[in-house]
C-alpha cells in the first residue's frame, strides 16, 4: 500500500458525535465569545470575529465540556465561560502563528493578517488573550487562572523552541515532543483538566483527565505533522508541505533522518537549512518520505500516545461521555479535518 | 522664545527623588521580574532579559509601590509582586509596539526584534503577558486581576485605534485622547489603583489614585508626543520626528490642523497619506510647528491634566508620599528623559 494513508471517514464520527451531543451549550461557548469581543474599536470587531469564524472545529471547547459532563458537572456557566477561555487562547495563538508563519489561508479561508496585515493581527491576539483572562477573572477560580495562565505562558516558550529549531535537519525526536507538548499538547491538557476542576473532582480523577489530554495532543500535531506530507488539501484543509516549506522539522523529517544514510542525511541537512525550499526539493524529500514509510511511522508513534491517553481515561466507570471521550482518540490518527 | 521649550534638569528631581527612595523595593521588583522570566528555552531568557535590562524608567511600577504606601500600606510582597506586573504589561506591550513600529532602537539600545527578529519577539511578548498573570493569579486579588485584564485589553485596542487612524491628518483632538487614554492612561490609573488596592483603601481613594494616575498618563503621552517635535535626542532619548515618519497623528500635527489655512491642510492632508514621508517633508512640517506653537500648545493641554491630576490627591492628608506624586506631575512636562 506504500505510503497512502487510509482516511476512514468513520472515524470521524466520534468528533461529530461530540460535536452533536454538546451541539447546544457549543452553540453558547460561540454566542459567549462573540459578545466578550465587542469593542468600540470596529476594525478589533471585525477582525476577531472573522478570525472566529474562519472555523475550526473547536476541539478544545468540546474538550472542556466533555470531561466537566464525564466528571459529573450538571450546572451550565462555569463549563461555557471556561470553553470560551480555552478556545480563545487558541484562537489568540493562532492569530500570532499565522503572522509568524506569514500564512494566507487557514482552512481554506483568507487569514486575518493576510486581509488586515500583521501589525492589527498581533495586536488583535493581545486582545483575544486579555479578554480570555478577563473571563477566567470572572469564573474567579484560582486553580483555573493558575493552570491557564501557566499554560499560555508554555504555548509561547514552545513556538519559540520550534523557531529556535527551525532548519534544523537532525533536530532530535525528544526536542521534538518537547516541542509540541509545550505548543499543543499542553492547552489540549488544561482543556480537559479545567473541565474536572469545574466539576470539582479530586486529585486523581484531575490527572486522569489531564494524562488523557496531554497525549490526545501529542497525537493529534504528530498525526497533523505527519499528514502534511501526506492529506489531500480539500480533505485536511490545510495546504500540503507547509512545514516543510517553512523550514519545520516534523517527525516525518525526522524519521528519514534517523534511518537514512549519510548522503540522505546530508541532502536534508542542506535542503532544510536554505532560506527557501523549491518544489523539486519538496518532491525528492516526498520521495524519501514514501521509501522510509516515514507517514506511517509517525502515526505508529503517535498510536502509542492514542493509547496512554485510552487507557487514562480507565478509572472513571463505564458510561457514554466516557465512550465518545475513548472514541475521540482515533480520531486524532483517522480523521480527515 | 520660539519653539523652544525650558527643559529645567531640575524637573527631573521629583523622579529621582521617587526612585530613590523606593530603591530598594524596586530593586526587588527587578529581581521578582528576572526571576520569573526564567525559561527552559535558553532564547526566551536572553531576549526577554535584553528587552527588560534595555532600560525604561519603571515609572508605572514606581507608581503602585508608592500608591501603596501613600495609602497605608505597611508590608511587602504584594506591592512588589504587583509592581512587577504592571512593569510586564508594559514591556510586553512595548515588545510588541517595536515589531508594529519596526522600532530599532529603544532609549539608544537595539531592539529585540530588530536583534532577534519579529517573530520571537512576538512570542516573547505573549510569554511576559502570561507570565505577569501568573505573578498575579499568585497574588489571588481578584479585583486586581479583573483591573489589570481590562487594561491589558484596553492596550489593544487603544493601539489598533491609533493603527485605524494612521495618516489621518485631520484626526480629530477627542479621537486622540481617545487613544491614548487606551494605549497609555489606561495602564497608568491601573497602576496606581492597584496600588490602592494593596492597601485596602476606601473606593474614594482607589477613585482619587486612579483618577490621579489616567491624568498622568494622558500628560505623559501628550508630552512624549509633543516632545517628539522638539526633544534632542540624546537628552529624551528618543529619535526625533519618529511619530512623524510612521505617519502617526498626534497633538502638535492635530494643532496645526486646527489652525493652518487651506493650503497647509491640503499639505498635511498629502503627506501623512504618503506611505513614506521624506526629510524635506519634516522640515517643513517643522516650520509649521514653529509657525503655529504647535509644541507649546500641546504642552500647554497637557497641563490641564497635570493639574486634574495633581487635584485628584487633594483628599489624602499631607505627608511626604503626597508631596512626592505631586511633584511628580510636573515631571510629565519638564523631563529630559
Redesign the interface.
Known sequence: MGSVIPLKKSANSAYLELKNMLGVKLQKVESLIEQKLK??????KKMSEHHLKSGGKRLRALLTLESAKLTGYKEEIRDINLAACVELIHS?TLL?DD??DESSLRRGVKTTNSIWG???S??????L???C??I???D?D?EI??LL??T??K???G???Q??HKGEADLLEETYIDIINLKTAALFSAATKTGACISGSNEKEKKALESYGRNLGLAFQIADDALDYYAKEKFFGKEIGKDFYEGKVTLPLITIFQKGNEEEKEFLMEIMKKNKRTEDDFSETLALIFKYKAVETSLKKAEYFVNVSYDALAIFPDSEDKRILQSLTSFSLNRSF
Open positions: 469593542s468600540d474599536v470596529d476594525l478589533i489568540a500570532h503572522v509568524i500583521n501589525q492589527s498581533i495586536l488583535v491576539g493581545d486582545y488573550l486579555s479578554r483572562f478577563e477566567m477573572v470572572q474567579g484560582l487562572l493558575q495562565s501557566s499560555s505562558a504555548i509561547a516558550q513556538e519559540v523552541l523557531l529556535q
